[in-house]
């Protein structure tokens, strides 16, 4: 997994990538924002074009609001909810 931050003026602050399920998470860094999971990993400039409208737009990009970030991330990251062992594995 890498973490990469992004310049403050981006859609998004920090972006995870997650090459083992080819999926990346921006994350804004003001509470209460939205989340989003790309359906596969993006240059860092791909994000700097768009803006969180755009996102909400984009095919392949899944925003989470905040306050369904515990109910929704781990369906969204990999289908239904994963046993623990399969995240240590």
């Known amino acids: 997994m890498a ?9 998004s602050d920090v972006l995870v990538d997650i090459p083992r399920i080819d999926k990346q998470i921006a994350i804004c860094d003001q509470y209460a924002q939205t989340i989003f999971i790309s359906q596969d990993i993006h240059h860092h400039n791909f994000w700097a074009g768009l803006q969180k409208n755009q996102l909400k737009q984009y095919p392949g990009i899944i925003d989470v609001p905040f306050d ?3 109910d929704r991330l781990g369906p969204l990251l990999f289908g239904d909810t994963p ?7």
Do not use: G, Q, S
Not at 3 to 11: I, Y
Not at 83 to 89: C, G, N, T
């Open 3 to 11: 973490r990469r931050n992004v310049d403050d003026e981006l859609a």
């Open 68 to 70: 369904e970030l515990a």
């Open 83 to 89: 046993a623990i062992e399969d995240i240590k594995a």
